[in-house]
């Protein structure tokens, strides 16, 4: 499943650029992750990195409306990076 930034986000920043997929913009109010183009970092490292590099904790989540399976998140990967070879 995609990931999803809850509203404990304080705008610092740290996420968006880190983001592989180019998945993170600013929102509205807080940052927005595009459930389209969250892998959860499938495909680039072993855990996603916008949860490792947020100082604050649980802000960003399991998207529980957009359940996808490792499989799926590794297809969509390959569907965003048809060029790199797995």
């Known amino acids: 499943m995609a990931l999803l930034i809850t509203d404990r986000c304080i ?3 740290m996420c968006e650029p880190e983001c592989p997929n180019q998945a993170i913009a600013l929102g509205t ?3 927005e992750i595009d ?3 969250c892998t959860e970092c499938i ?3 072993d855990a996603p990195t916008c949860q490792s590099v ?3 904790t649980h802000t960003v989540i399991k ?3 957009w359940q996808e ?9 390959v569907q965003l990076y048809p060029n790199v070879k797995g």
């Open 54 to 56: 947020c100082p604050i």
């Open 29 to 31: 109010e807080i940052y």
């Open 35 to 37: 459930p389209t183009r």
């Open 69 to 77: 399976t490792p499989e799926q998140l590794w297809e969509k990967f």
């Open 63 to 65: 998207d529980t409306a």
């Open 43 to 45: 495909g680039h490292y």
């Open 11 to 13: 705008n610092c920043d």
